[in-house]
């Protein structure tokens, strides 16, 4: 990566497109759009290499025809462009590493249309008004992520990958992403409208591979959902009945997530619900359903009980449990792991023999296209010494279970491979679209020891 060629002349024809209030180009009213919004990374390693993370100009575009301009006035000029929603990041995904134009799309929020089929959105939409348009038509998104009270719709699809709905609909390329239109990175910008398995292709790719400008999501039947848990004493149980309740598909359930002690206890703003030895399944299902889950809980020997009100449970699902547990323990490290549905227990078990008192682990249950449950793995590592994570992930390969590597921002290696995408494919796509690597540079291509060893100063 070169250092960016902004020039004082770019700035000023910058400011002639978006306006002096638009463009943030003092460093410390810039600092806000240089961290994730919970101001901290998940990865020790991430925040090192983020700690000099800087942008030439903030630009917060008012309308799709200033996007336009602005992405043009880049290209011509070779400067990058890193798109950012509401900078929920676990990455570092919209956090720039070689300067340029910090992109603030979140202006652009507004619901274009909606169908009994579907909704079509600018990227800056926040989810829950694309959710409440859908409720209108008696319909919801069929994938939401855990954050939908403030994820941007092109900031969801660009940096993740499963949320809300995936126990029954799948991660987001199984057809969770109707279509995609992205404003092109050559010389001029070009807009392409991406529909099928050709939307895959912007889908956990951090914008490298396009400025999302519209996204169009598929609506499945409204339901009212509850939220309750249920707390057990042994984890295989816990894990065994989460697992009965994710297969059982007389259920209609919007969240199973499977949290291993003391993980539940670390949830802060909920802490008197868990003692230190109690596991727990997480559930969003209908009313209808609530009293038969409680049957199954106790089958397993745990008992049911009814979410407060406030917060949601979703804020516990998720990558939430990392967030929660580095809270308690600001040391904790973690592990992204997909489990084999066929000897899930085994792993489980060889896991916790292995490494109890120091991993922990957190499950989502994910319904692929063919019937299959993806076990989808965040594990907490506690105050690790340095070869600690090392070596448990060797141990995890060893035993058949993928890793998805989260110390990372590169995308190959943070699981593109693992995503059911075609990485040659994409690679081809984005030397079309983006010639010049202008697109969030440094994210896609290489490995992390050397980006983050040549990244721009």
């Not at 390693?45 to 008012?62: K, M, S």
């Not at 890793?403 to 079309?432: C, Q, W």
Request: proline share 6%; aromatic share 10%; hydrophobic share 45%.
């Amino acid at each position: 990566m070169r250092s960016s060629p902004v020039t004082q002349a770019f700035l000023d024809e910058l400011l002639a497109i978006a306006g002096r209030e638009r463009v943030i180009l003092d460093p410390e009213e810039q600092r806000r759009y240089l961290f994730d919004r919970n101001f901290t990374l998940y990865s020790v390693l991430l925040a090192d290499v983020f700690a000099e993370r800087r942008a030439d100009a903030v630009v917060r575009p008012a309308t799709r025809a200033m996007l336009t301009d602005i992405v043009r006035l880049a290209v011509s000029a070779r400067v990058p462009l890193t798109a950012r929603g509401a900078g929920l990041t676990t990455y570092g995904q919209s956090l720039p590493l070689a300067g340029g134009v910090l992109l603030d799309i979140r202006d652009l929020d507004r619901v274009l249309d909606v169908t009994p089929d579907a909704v079509t959105v600018e990227p800056g939409v926040i989810l829950a008004a694309a959710e409440a348009a859908a409720h209108a038509q008696e319909r919801e998104l069929r994938v939401l992520p855990s954050n939908y009270p403030v994820s941007t719709a092109a900031g969801f699809v660009a940096g993740g990958s499963a949320g809300l709905g995936s126990i029954r609909h799948g991660f987001l390329w199984d057809g969770n992403v109707a279509a995609a239109e992205i404003l092109t990175a050559e010389d001029p910008p070009r807009f392409l409208t991406l529909t099928g398995s050709d939307a895959n292709l912007v889908i956990h790719a951090y914008g490298t591979t396009g400025v999302i400008t519209r996204l169009t999501f598929p609506l499945a039947p409204a339901r009212a959902w509850s939220e309750a848990c249920a707390t057990f004493l042994s984890f295989e149980a816990a894990a065994r009945c989460a697992y009965h309740l994710a297969t059982d598909t007389t259920f209609a359930l919007r969240l199973c997530a499977l949290q291993q002690a003391p993980i539940p206890s670390f949830f802060q703003p909920v802490r008197g619900l868990f003692t230190p030895e109690q596991s727990a399944v997480l559930l969003m299902l209908e009313e209808r359903d609530v009293s038969r889950a409680a049957e199954i809980a106790q089958s397993f020997g745990g008992a049911l009980f009814r979410w407060p009100s406030r917060p949601s449970i979703s804020q516990f699902a998720f990558n939430h449990s990392v967030l929660w547990s580095r809270k308690r323990h600001p040391q904790a490290s973690w592990v992204q792991l997909v489990f084999s549905e066929e000897r899930l227990f085994e792993q489980l078990s060889e896991l916790s023999a292995r490494f109890g008192g120091k991993m922990f682990q957190h499950v989502e249950f994910v319904r692929r296209p063919d019937g299959s449950i993806s076990p989808f793995n965040r594990s907490v590592i506690l105050d690790p010494e340095p070869e600690e994570t090392r070596t448990i992930i060797a141990f995890c390969r060893d035993l058949g279970v993928h890793v998805i590597n989260p110390h990372s921002y590169v995308l190959e290696e943070i699981g593109m491979t693992a995503l059911a995408v075609d990485v040659e494919r994409a690679r081809a796509f984005k030397a079309r679209v983006d010639p010049w690597s202008l697109l969030n540079p440094g994210k896609f291509g290489g490995t992390f020891y050397e980006n983050a060893t040549t990244k721009a100063r």
